[in-house]
Each structure stands twice: as structure tokens, then as C-alpha cells.
């Protein structure tokens, strides 16, 4: 992953998914139980969605929320950045 990303999308490959949300998850799992959550730089750029400078449960949320509606909308999908801007 070089330094262009697509938020969300902590593996980089070019999708956000279940595999995003479940590595931000066990990631964060691991920081909130005092662990080194295994993160390079470029995977917790794409990771921190709201750009709060912490990845957490929020992150976690968006990036969830983010991929049911992505699963369910066919038309006019809006990026990430977007989506999260209405809620």
C-alpha cells in the first residue's frame, strides 16, 4: 500500500468489506487490552475513517455501517468519506 489509500480499506485491496472491518476490530481488540495491535502506518491511515487520530470502536462502526450500505445500495454509491459526513 503506497500513499495513496482508500479509507477504509486496511488490507488494500482496493475494497472495503468484512475483512476491513474485522481486522479494524481485532486490531482495536488488541489496543484496548493494552497489546501492539500490529498496525503499519499504512494501515492505520485507512483504518482511522473519522480522522480522529485513534482507531476504535467508532472506526469499527463506520466501516460496518459503511459496507452493509455499500452491500445494499446499487446506484450512486458515495465514498466513505461522504457517507460518514451523513451520519
Same mark, same amino acid.
Given at each position: 500500500?503506497?500513499?495513496?489509500?482508500?479509507?477504509?480499506? =486496511?488490507?488494500? %485491496?482496493?475494497? $472495503? *468489506?468484512? &475483512?476491513? /472491518?474485522?481486522?479494524? !476490530? +481485532? #486490531?482495536? @481488540?488488541?489496543?484496548?487490552?493494552?497489546?501492539?495491535?500490529?498496525?503499519?502506518?499504512?494501515?492505520?491511515?485507512?483504518?482511522? =475513517?473519522?480522522? %480522529?487520530?485513534? $482507531? *476504535?470502536? &467508532?472506526? /469499527?462502526?463506520?466501516? !460496518? +455501517? #459503511?459496507? @452493509?450500505?455499500?452491500?445494499?445500495?446499487?446506484?450512486?454509491?458515495?465514498?466513505?468519506?461522504?457517507?460518514?459526513?451523513?451520519?
Amino acid at each position: 500500500m503506497d500513499d495513496q489509500f482508500l479509507l477504509g480499506d =486496511v488490507n488494500g %485491496d482496493k475494497q $472495503i *468489506n468484512a &475483512v476491513d /472491518v474485522l481486522s479494524v !476490530l +481485532a #486490531y482495536y @481488540a488488541l489496543i484496548f487490552t493494552d497489546k501492539d495491535g500490529d498496525y503499519n502506518q499504512q494501515q492505520k491511515k485507512p483504518a482511522d =475513517v473519522n480522522n %480522529d487520530g485513534a $482507531i *476504535n470502536a &467508532v472506526d /469499527v462502526s463506520n466501516i !460496518l +455501517a #459503511y459496507y @452493509a450500505y455499500v452491500s445494499t445500495t446499487k446506484e450512486n454509491v458515495a465514498a466513505l468519506e461522504e457517507y460518514i459526513k451523513t451520519k
